[in-house]
């Protein structure tokens, strides 16, 4: 089992900072491009996670805490194609095949944190 650490000031911090860019860019009325939101929202969703597994003193190698990680790293991929996505340049070829990499690297490591969570969850861990 690993260590259960309070990490909920970290929490804290993720969900603050994504309201605040959404707050100030809502104030000078300039809207963020999708790949942002999608990227302060993941933000948000991590630092929720860290408070309520620490709150509520979650195991952090449990069959809930690989699903929530699953579905932030799946999410992250999410995050990586839409800014490859974006990008559409022609300069920006490397760029994007990286990114693209990046995602597609995301994505294979979301099944394997998924196949862990359903793991657990046969072993009733």
């Not at 860290?50 to 699903?67: C, M, P, Q, R």
């Not at 699953?70 to 194609?81: D, Q, R």
């Not at 490859?84 to 690297?105: H, K, M, P, Q």
Request: proline share 4%.
């Amino acid at each position: 089992d690993l260590p259960k650490k309070n990490h909920w000031i970290g929490g804290l911090v993720l969900c603050v900072f994504p309201a605040l860019v959404c707050g100030l860019a809502r104030l000078e009325q300039k809207p963020l491009p999708q790949p942002w939101v999608v990227f302060l929202a993941l933000l948000c969703l991590s630092g929720l996670w860290s408070v309520v597994s620490s709150v509520f003193e979650l195991d952090a190698d449990g069959a809930a805490s690989w699903f929530v990680g699953s579905a932030l790293t799946a999410g992250f991929a999410l995050f990586a194609f839409l800014l490859a996505w974006e990008a559409r340049t022609v300069d920006s070829a490397v760029f994007r095949i990286l990114v693209g990499l990046g995602g597609a690297g995301s994505l294979v490591l979301a099944g394997g944190f998924f196949w862990k969570a359903v793991k657990r969850c046969r072993s009733g861990s």
